[in-house]
């Protein structure tokens, strides 16, 4: 098995709902991709998560992060060691969309953050549907856990007062595949809306 988690973003972020009262934030994405024996097909999860920058402040490693996982398809344990490491508070679990890749590690995550899962609801619909979901097709257990939240197209999130994250439904490599805007910024997850070559994949089922 493939483990390896390594900081894919950082840099320096304005938010707030005027420019009078934006604050800015230290934004860092970190990757943990993991090849499971199970899956035979590589999978990535996302941390992304902020620390405000504030006047004078101290170096204090124990200063509070908070931020949001997206697509956990992994039950290993190193993703959770690392947030206790770094002091991430994780605010939400978000998915892109319900393959197996992206939610086989669902039931341990929502034990482990005890924090509410989004989703679309297209997607959110069918999380327990076997042929949907085609967790029997990869030989792994059957969700328990249910979502907290089921989103449509354009809905948004706040993880703090400033912080915003939009949802944009893109149909395609699944019924309800979302890709996720960090408002304000050029950071979007994609989830397998589009792949590292460039291209939309939307083989399955035959959605378009």
């Not at 679309?120 to 029997?136: A, F, Q």
């Not at 257990?141 to 999130?157: A, G, N, P, T």
């Not at 960090?182 to 035959?206: A, P, Q, S």
């Amino acid at each position: 098995m493939i483990h390896d988690i390594k900081k894919v973003y950082e840099n320096t972020i304005r938010q707030g709902k005027t420019e009078g009262d934006k604050k800015e934030y230290i934004c860092r994405i970190y990757k943990y991709l993991v090849s499971p024996k199970s899956f035979g097909v590589k999978e990535n999860t996302y941390i992304c998560y902020f620390e405000e920058i504030e006047k004078n402040q101290r170096n204090d490693e124990n200063k509070k992060k908070i931020g949001i996982m997206i697509d956990p398809g992994s039950n290993d344990e190193e993703i959770y060691e690392f947030l206790k490491k770094e002091n991430i508070e994780i605010k939400y679990i978000f998915l892109t969309h319900n393959h197996p890749d992206h939610i086989a590690g669902l039931d341990n995550a929502k034990e482990k953050l005890n924090v509410p899962i989004v989703i679309s609801r297209l997607d959110g619909e069918n999380i327990h549907d076997k042929r949907y979901t085609m967790m029997r097709l990869f030989r792994l257990k059957e969700l328990e856990c249910d979502v907290d939240i089921m989103l449509e197209h354009l809905d948004e999130i706040k993880i703090n007062d400033d912080i915003i994250f939009k949802f944009h439904l893109t149909p395609g490599h699944s019924l309800g595949s979302m890709c996720i805007e960090l408002m304000g910024t050029d950071i979007v997850f994609v989830g397998d809306t589009v792949f590292k070559e460039g291209y939309r994949k939307d083989r399955f089922f035959g959605w378009k």
